[in-house]
C-alpha cells in the first residue's frame, strides 16, 4: 500500500493498557521496582500500541525523557496507559504513562512518564510508511503539536 493509500487513524484505535502486578523477582532488595523493569514493560505497551497503530512490526528507536515519580513495591498493581501522539512517514511517538496503586486503598498515583520512538518495518526490515494520526478532540491536538516540537527541538 503506498503512502498516499494510508487511511488516517484515530490515536483512540490503537491506545493499549497493559497491567502488572509487583513481583519480588521485579525488585531490589529492598522490595522496591527496579527502574529497568518498568521501562522494559512500558516499551512492551509502547510496541503494541505502535505495531496495533502501523498494522505491523515496529521497531523501538528511541526512548526520550523518561521521569519516575514514585516508586512501587511488592505487591503493588502497575497499570501502563500507551497512545500514539503524531506520525511521521515511518516513525511514531508513543506516550506512555505508568501508575501504581496499593491494593488496600485503590488510590492510583503517578509512577513514570516516557516517549517512546518507533519506527515500521517490512518483512525485509526496511522502513516502511506509516498512517497519519486523525485528531478529533483538544488532548489529540495538543499531544500532536508537542509532538511536532519534541521531534523539531531532536533535530536540531
Same mark, same amino acid.
Given at each position: 500500500?503506498? +503512502? ?18 509487583? @513481583?519480588? #523477582?521485579?525488585? #531490589? ?15 512492551? =505497551?509502547?510496541?503494541? @500500541? ?7 512490526? @515496529? &521497531? ?5 525523557? &523518561? ?14 496507559? /500507551? ?14 504513562? /505508568?501508575?501504581?496503586?496499593? &491494593? ?9 512518564? /516516557? ?9 525485509? =526490515?526496511?522502513?516502511?510508511? &506509516? ?7 483538544? +488532548? ?6 508537542? =509532538?511536532?516540537?519534541?521531534?523539531? #527541538?531532536?533535530?536540531?
Amino acid at each position: 500500500m503506498s +503512502e498516499k493509500q494510508l487511511k488516517p487513524k484515530s490515536p483512540a484505535i490503537s491506545e493499549t493498557i497493559k497491567t502488572e502486578v509487583v @513481583c519480588p #523477582n521485579d525488585t #531490589n532488595p529492598m522490595g522496591i521496582l527496579q527502574g529497568g523493569r518498568l521501562v522494559q514493560w512500558m516499551d512492551i =505497551a509502547a510496541a503494541v @500500541c505502535a505495531q496495533t497503530h502501523a498494522d505491523g512490526i @515496529c &521497531v523501538t528507536a528511541s526512548i526520550d525523557t &523518561v521521569r519516575f515519580y514514585y516508586s512501587a513495591k511488592v505487591g503493588e498493581i502497575l497499570t501502563i496507559r /500507551a497512545k500514539i501522539t503524531r506520525a511521521f512517514t515511518t516513525s511514531m511517538e508513543i506516550m506512555v504513562e /505508568a501508575s501504581v496503586r496499593n &491494593v488496600f486503598d485503590n488510590t492510583p498515583r503517578p509512577l513514570a512518564h /516516557a516517549y517512546f520512538t518507533f519506527v515500521a518495518i517490512d518483512d525485509q =526490515a526496511q522502513k516502511r510508511a &506509516v498512517p497519519a494520526v486523525a485528531v478529533s478532540n483538544k +488532548e489529540d491536538e495538543r499531544n500532536f503539536n508537542e =509532538a511536532g516540537i519534541r521531534r523539531q #527541538n531532536a533535530t536540531q
